[in-house]
Every structure is written in structure tokens, then in C-alpha cells.
């Protein structure tokens, strides 16, 4: 695989919108009938097999609400109530996942060297993977059940800022998580308004407002399909090969189409934005960033570097100053009138400022304060006070890194830099959801990801939170009987195709262990995977 090769443009060019097309020099993989025409349709298929398993084992023990008709229905009783249905289901469930990461694995080998017309069969992996889960119960989150919620509250006139949805009456047949029944919304005026619009079409009834909020989702997706690509192109890199990893990869798909997750439009209209901003539509790019902070503020990081793209290469720090309150000034302004509407106000401020307490265990912070925490006490120290310190040193270290990326840096590599600082403020925040890191993978994506330790860093973060996933969040009613604890079963399943993958399956692990590109691909032709992503 590689990234491929494209002339930089001309300095003083207006814009960068007629870069020439990605070029490559590495020869087909044999298994390929003709050059540039890679076999594609296997993985393809079993990727398919994979989100069909998913499908069938979502009904079983996938979030449904209690206020569903679904629950009423003979297939859906058999498989919710018996022992048999909710271990098959299990299993079915955590197999599909699996199958998902394999395909995706095996999609990228098959591509080669991403010669020819590479760029369909991505498109259609994303599409067959996508459509079983844009129909399944939801999986391995229930936020979207808190959305209905909420629209509920903006239905009554109430402020999702200043209460949550526990001021509802029968809000917990809805399927929220009771976690949600005091929180505020930490979402943008833009989603809020979403809520609402989705909850006065159906009524607040569970199934049809998930299955719009799945397509709203999916509209998120589709601009990632759209834009990853050309945005890609500006930076000399393969925009499919950039598409399979940003998009094509299962912990994007579960997560965005299958849990419905609102990070998906977020993610879309960041990565538009963007696209925009550096082709020299600095207004159009700003708006849809700003529409993207509307949605969920985390990407209110990406405005600094926006900016920094409108005041051009070699702009004096006035300038850059002065581009960078303008855009904070129009981003800013477009939210403050847009929260006069309902009342909101600047509500959403709050989400940044008052992020939610606490760590997760498989965060970087959140990992290494409970070792200083244990070691503190097994010395008599106060480790829990240490775990702390260490946990907020490493925050604000993740801030401090977003504010050295925004002032030193070469130009031509802005994205990049805004792509890196996402990462640093993810990566290093004490709570890291498993789709978190979805919001800084595309825009590293489209940048440039070598294949070595950056390729294997991924495979590994990928399968790692889909494996989690797996045996996190099943929904099993307590009267229901079972000879085996299903979240230990789906665990061990997970665990044994992971090793397969890594140790068995002659395919991937090659990827995985032995970290070749291919074993069609020569030793020669790794310096195409080191050039630096080029954008002005």
C-alpha cells in the first residue's frame, strides 16, 4: 500500500483545488487479474456476512426500549427471553464485529497498491457494510435513546442545558440510560434542534426517531465519503486509501451508523469544513466548522486552525491575530444568534468548560494514575491524590500541545498539525469513549498514515474498542436464565478471533505481527510511504 506522490503547487497558487492526481509506481499484487483492477468483492462480501450477523444478533441483545412495540413480537420475545436466543444472539453479535475487522483488514491487502479505480470498491464496502446496521437495534451504546429524550424536553419548552430528562414523565420507557436521567446535554443548539425536529415527526416513538437519527448519522458518513477523498488529494495522498481508513474501518461504522452516534455529523462537517478552508473558501469553511461545534463543541479545536489556513503562508503574526479573531468572531456570532431560538442561549459553553468527572481504565491517564494510585498506597503515599495530579498535569499537557501546534509548524502542514492536536487533547483527557478516537483518525487519514508502527497503532486501537465493545454493552433482561455470563462469553469470542488474526489467519498477520505492506510490495518502494503531506 502507499500513499502515493503529487507535485506541490506553485507558491503564490490561489488555490489548490487543480492538485494533479495521486500517481503510484509500486507493481499490482499478482492476485489481481489485471493492473489496477484489484479483487475487492471477498472482502467485501464477508464484510457484509459480518454486519448481517450483527443485524440478526442486535435483536437479541440490542438496546430496545421498553416502550417499543418490538418487544411484543414472537421473534423478539423467543430471542430476548430465552437462555438459547440471548446466547445466540451474543454470539452472532460478537462474531459479526469480528468479521468486520477482518474484512476491513483484508480490503486494504486486496486493494494493493491502490492502483486504478481504487476508489469504488471502497465506496462500495462502506455502503453493503453500512446498510444491515443502519436496521439493527442499537449496539454498543444507547445514546441515541438519550436524544429523544431530550428532543422531549425542547417539545415541552424546557432547557436540555439546565435539566435533564428525568423532569419527563415515563422518560425511562424511552431507553435512555438512567446515567442520562440528571445530565445536561452537552451537545450544540444544531443537534438540539435535530432533537426536537425528529421527536415532533414521530411522536417520541423509540424505533422511528432511531431510525431517523440513524439517517441523520448516516448524512454525517456520507460527507466523510465525500470529502476524506478530495481532501486527501490536496495532500498527495491516495483519497481512497485515506476513505478505507477513515470510513471503511468497523469502529467508524458501529459506532456512526450501527449507535447512531451525533459524532458522525460532527466528524462530516469538520472534515468538509476543512476541505473548504483549504481550498481557499475560508467563510464556507468556517460556517460548516462552526455548524460542526453546533452539533457537538469539541470541534470548536479546529477554529484556530482554520484560520490559520485563511491568513495564508508566510503571514505576519498581526495578521494571524487578526484572522483569528475574525473567525472566532464569525463562528461565535452565528452560534449566539442561533441560540436565541428556544431560549438556549450560550448554553453549550458549558460542555466545554464543565467537562463530566471522572477517567476511564483503558485511557492513557486513566491507565497509568491507577498504577501511581496502587503504588502510592502500597508505599503509605496518598495515591489517590497522585492519580489526580497526574491525570490533570496530563489534560493541561494535551491543552498545551493544541496551543504549541497552533503557533509553531510549518504552513504546508496545518491539517496536520490540527489532526495531531486533536489527538493530543483526546488522547490525553482523562475519559475517552472508544468512538473519541474516530474524531482526530480522519483528518490524520487524509494527511498521511505510514504503514508501519502508525498503520499498526491503528489496527490495534480499532480492535481493541471493538473487542471492548463487544462484551460492554448487552442488553439482557435479569429474569432471563443463561448457562454462561454473556459478556464473559462475547469477551473470550472476541479474544480468540483477535488471536486468530494475529497469530493464525496467514493474511493478517502479516499486518499484524510481521507489519509488512505486502508481500508483493518491495523493500525498494517503502521510501513512496515517508513523503510529507504538502498543502498551502
Not at 471477498?42 to 459480518?50: D, E, H, K
Not at 462500495?124 to 428532543?151: C, E, H, K, M, N
Request: aromatic share 12%; glycine share 10%.
Amino acid at each position: 500500500m502507499t500513499t502515493g506522490s503529487t507535485p506541490n503547487p506553485q507558491p503564490g497558487s490561489s488555490s489548490v483545488k487543480n492538485v494533479p492526481p495521486v500517481s503510484h509506481t509500486l507493481q499490482p499484487q499478482p492476485s489481481s487479474p489485471a493492473a489496477g483492477k484489484p479483487v475487492a468483492y471477498p472482502a467485501i462480501w464477508q464484510g457484509f456476512l459480518g454486519s448481517l450477523f450483527m443485524f440478526a444478533g442486535s435483536i437479541g441483545i440490542g438496546w430496545i426500549a421498553n416502550g417499543s412495540p418490538m418487544i411484543r413480537h414472537p421473534i423478539v420475545i423467543a430471542l430476548r427471553t430465552e437462555g438459547w436466543g440471548v446466547t445466540t444472539s451474543a454470539v452472532l453479535l460478537t462474531v459479526g464485529a469480528m468479521l468486520l475487522v477482518r474484512s476491513w483488514l483484508r480490503l486494504g491487502q486486496r486493494m494493493g497498491t491502490w492502483e486504478g479505480n481504487s476508489l469504488r470498491p471502497i465506496i462500495w464496502a462502506i455502503t453493503a457494510w453500512s446498510l444491515p446496521l443502519l436496521f439493527a437495534v442499537p449496539v454498543y451504546s444507547r445514546d441515541v435513546y438519550a436524544y429523544i429524550g431530550q428532543g422531549r424536553l425542547m417539545m415541552e419548552g424546557q432547557n436540555p442545558y439546565t435539566v435533564g430528562i428525568s423532569t419527563l414523565s415515563n422518560w425511562f420507557s424511552l431507553g435512555a440510560d438512567p446515567a442520562w436521567a440528571e445530565a445536561r446535554t452537552p451537545y450544540g443548539p444544531y443537534f438540539l434542534w435535530m432533537e426536537h425536529m425528529v421527536v415532533a415527526i414521530t411522536g417520541a416513538q423509540p424505533d422511528v426517531s432511531v431510525l431517523l437519527f440513524r439517517l441523520l448519522a448516516a448524512g454525517g458518513v456520507l460527507l466523510c465519503v465525500v470529502y476524506v477523498p478530495k481532501l486527501a488529494a490536496l495532500h498527495g495522498i491516495n483519497g481512497a486509501r485515506a476513505l478505507w481508513i477513515a470510513v471503511a474501518n468497523p469502529l467508524f461504522l458501529i459506532s456512526f451508523v450501527a449507535s447512531a452516534h451525533n459524532d458522525a455529523i460532527m466528524v462530516g462537517l469538520a472534515v468538509a469544513g476543512t476541505y473548504f478552508a483549504a481550498t481557499k473558501r475560508p467563510l464556507i469553511g468556517i460556517l460548516l466548522v462552526t455548524a460542526s461545534i453546533g452539533i457537538k463543541p469539541i470541534t470548536v479545536l479546529l477554529l484556530p486552525f482554520i484560520g490559520l489556513m485563511w491568513a495564508g503562508a508566510g503571514a505576519s503574526w498581526p495578521r494571524k491575530f487578526g484572522i483569528w479573531a475574525a473567525t472566532a468572531g464569525i463562528s461565535f456570532g452565528v452560534l449566539f444568534l442561533s441560540g436565541i431560538p428556544h431560549g438556549l442561549g450560550m448554553g453549550w459553553v458549558w460542555a466545554i468548560t464543565d467537562p463530566t468527572p471522572g477517567f476511564t481504565g483503558y485511557s492513557p491517564s486513566g491507565f497509568l494514575g491507577q498504577q501511581i494510585e496502587f503504588l502510592g498506597n502500597a508505599l503509605g503515599l496518598p495515591g489517590n491524590a497522585m492519580a489526580d495530579i497526574l491525570r490533570s498535569v496530563m489534560k493541561w499537557g494535551g491543552v498545551g500541545l493544541v496551543l504549541l501546534l497552533m503557533f509553531r509548524g510549518d504552513h504546508s502542514r496545518v491539517v496536520r498539525r490540527m489532526a495531531l492536536a486533536f489527538a493530543a487533547l483526546v488522547l490525553l483527557s482523562p475519559i475517552i469513549q472508544p468512538w473519541y478516537i474516530l474524531w482526530f483518525v480522519p483528518f490524520l487519514a487524509v494527511t498521511g498514515i505510514r504503514d508501519d508502527w502508525q498503520m499498526r497503532s491503528l489496527y490495534v486501537g480499532v480492535t481493541f474498542f471493538v473487542v471492548f465493545g463487544a462484551q460492554d454493552q448487552l442488553s439482557v433482561w435479569s429474569f432471563v436464565e443463561v448457562s454462561v455470563d454473556l459478556s464473559s462469553l462475547a469477551f473470550a469470542i472476541a479474544l480468540l478471533f483477535a488471536f486468530y488474526l494475529v497469530f493464525l489467519d496467514i493474511h493478517t498477520r502479516r499486518l499484524l505481527v510481521q507489519g509488512r505492506l505486502s508481500r508483493w510490495v518491495g523493500q525498494n518502494d517503502r521510501r513512496l510511504l515517508h513523503r510529507p503531506p504538502t498543502i498551502r
